[in-house]
């Protein structure tokens, strides 16, 4: 079998260093990415709400990009203080497992084994966490299929700004803010906090691709073409375009009047794997549109829009929503790390709809 490549990158603009990883899978060029931004920015999951997730007025007036991925997960900032890793590879190379709480699990070991080497234990939590012995998150890990490659990513935290991040973050009210920043403090942890001093950046990423490689085999060091350039350069049009960008803000469907018995309901639900959120249109009883939204992850993403399609024209009970969704995942091959059917019913119905 053809060896995997080796993208070590150092800084790119911060576009490239999220775009890279989305050439390389729809050109299906397997391999290991390392690589920094340049600049700093907040990057979304595909399946956030935008406005619903991120203070944008403040990114505007911090000058701080906001990127959407086509990854599941929830809002994070990232500066040239992580060390980003992108591993990507076709669905049916037969090196990495098929389930997606397996790939977590396997393509976790060279980032936990990379920190122990330099004196923090850690260990892989469900459901795509790495945390350290003592709890605290030191790396987030986020997956997607994109056409016919699999993609997984994560980063290796030598410093953060805990402060930018709780900024950037949409709040209640500015008194929540103080909460959020706290909160992130408490659970988020970094090398140079661990250590108290920073390992040299070349150091941390040699023993990173000697560990991937003890894994994956030898990797192939190449630089970018001129054709992956190319491909990053026509994604920018769509990754920048408002389409894309604010493709999960829910709205009252255009020529649809508000009337007795037509109703906007808005619940959500914050499940092991993450923040759902849904977003109704209810036409005497009965789910005439739904928006589902959130920083959950799903597999394959273009199966999110199947879901809310079989959800059209349920009643909104409980036992009828709940027998949809699971027939769904019956008739799919649908994976929801740390996202049970129930937990969809309950983003729906509201929380207390077990009670």
Same mark, same amino acid.
């Given at each position: 079998? %053809?060896?995997?490549?080796?993208?070590?990158?150092? @800084?790119?603009?911060?576009?490239?260093?999220? +775009?890279?990883?989305?050439?390389?899978?729809?050109?299906?060029?397997?391999?290991?990415?390392?690589?920094?931004?340049?600049?700093?920015?907040?990057?979304?999951? #595909?399946?956030?709400?935008? @406005?619903? @997730?991120?203070?944008?007025?403040?990114?505007?007036?911090?000058? +701080?990009?906001?990127?959407?991925?086509?990854?599941?997960?929830?809002?994070?900032?990232?500066?040239?203080?992580?060390?980003?890793?992108?591993?990507?590879?076709?669905?049916?190379?037969?090196?990495? =497992?098929?389930?997606?709480?397996?790939?977590?699990?396997?393509?976790?070991?060279?980032?936990?084994?990379?920190?122990?080497?330099?004196?923090?234990?850690?260990?892989?939590? @469900?459901?795509?966490?790495?945390?350290?012995?003592?709890?605290?998150?030191?790396?987030?890990?986020?997956?997607?299929?994109?056409? *016919?490659?699999?993609?997984?990513?994560?980063?290796?935290?030598?410093?953060?700004?805990?402060?930018?991040?709780?900024?950037?973050?949409?709040?209640?009210?500015?008194?929540?803010?103080?909460?959020?920043?706290?909160?992130?403090?408490?659970?988020?942890?970094?090398?140079?906090?661990?250590?108290?001093? +920073?390992?040299?950046?070349?150091?941390?990423?040699?023993?990173?691709?000697?560990?991937?490689?003890?894994?994956?085999?030898?990797?192939?060091?190449?630089?970018?073409?001129?054709?992956?350039?190319?491909?990053?350069?026509?994604?920018?049009?769509?990754?920048?375009?408002? %389409?894309?960008? #604010?493709?999960?803000?829910?709205?009252?469907?255009?020529?649809?009047?508000?009337?007795?018995?037509?109703? +906007?309901?808005?619940?959500?639900?914050?499940?092991?794997?993450?923040?759902?959120?849904?977003?109704?249109?209810?036409?005497?009883?009965?789910?005439?549109?739904?928006?589902?939204?959130?920083?959950?992850?799903?597999? =394959?993403?273009?199966?999110?829009?199947?879901?809310?399609?079989?959800?059209?024209?349920?009643?909104?009970?409980?036992?009828?929503?709940?027998?949809?969704?699971?027939?769904? #995942?019956?008739?799919?091959?649908?994976?929801? =790390?740390?996202?049970?059917?129930?937990?969809?019913?309950?983003?729906?119905?509201?929380?207390?709809?077990? *009670?």
């Amino acid at each position: 079998m %053809e060896k995997m490549h080796l993208f070590d990158l150092g @800084e790119l603009p911060y576009q490239q260093s999220m +775009l890279i990883f989305h050439s390389l899978a729809r050109m299906n060029i397997e391999g290991l990415v390392l690589v920094s931004p340049q600049n700093p920015f907040i990057s979304i999951g #595909y399946f956030q709400n935008l @406005e619903k @997730e991120v203070d944008v007025e403040y990114c505007k007036k911090k000058g +701080l990009p906001i990127f959407r991925r086509e990854v599941g997960g929830g809002t994070v900032y990232l500066d040239k203080d992580q060390i980003f890793y992108h591993t990507i590879w076709n669905k049916n190379n037969p090196i990495f =497992p098929k389930r997606v709480s397996d790939i977590y699990k396997f393509l976790s070991v060279p980032p936990i084994e990379t920190y122990g080497e330099f004196g923090i234990q850690t260990k892989f939590r @469900e459901v795509n966490d790495i945390v350290t012995t003592q709890g605290r998150k030191i790396a987030g890990l986020g997956g997607a299929d994109i056409d *016919d490659s699999m993609v997984f990513v994560g980063s290796m935290m030598m410093d953060f700004d805990y402060e930018t991040m709780s900024k950037a973050i949409k709040v209640p009210d500015e008194k929540f803010r103080d909460k959020v920043f706290k909160t992130i403090e408490e659970n988020v942890t970094t090398m140079k906090r661990e250590l108290d001093r +920073l390992p040299p950046r070349q150091m941390i990423i040699d023993e990173l691709v000697k560990r991937y490689e003890a894994q994956l085999g030898k990797l192939t060091p190449v630089k970018l073409t001129d054709d992956i350039v190319q491909k990053m350069t026509e994604l920018a049009v769509w990754f920048n375009s408002p %389409e894309f960008m #604010y493709r999960k803000t829910p709205q009252v469907p255009k020529g649809v009047k508000i009337k007795e018995g037509v109703e +906007l309901i808005y619940e959500m639900y914050k499940a092991q794997g993450g923040l759902i959120r849904s977003a109704q249109e209810v036409q005497d009883n009965r789910l005439n549109d739904i928006d589902l939204s959130g920083d959950f992850s799903l597999y =394959p993403k273009r199966e999110l829009g199947e879901l809310e399609s079989a959800l059209k024209g349920t009643d909104r009970e409980k036992n009828d929503i709940t027998s949809t969704i699971e027939g769904f #995942y019956e008739g799919t091959e649908i994976e929801t =790390p740390g996202v049970k059917p129930k937990d969809i019913t309950k983003a729906i119905m509201g929380a207390g709809s077990d *009670d």
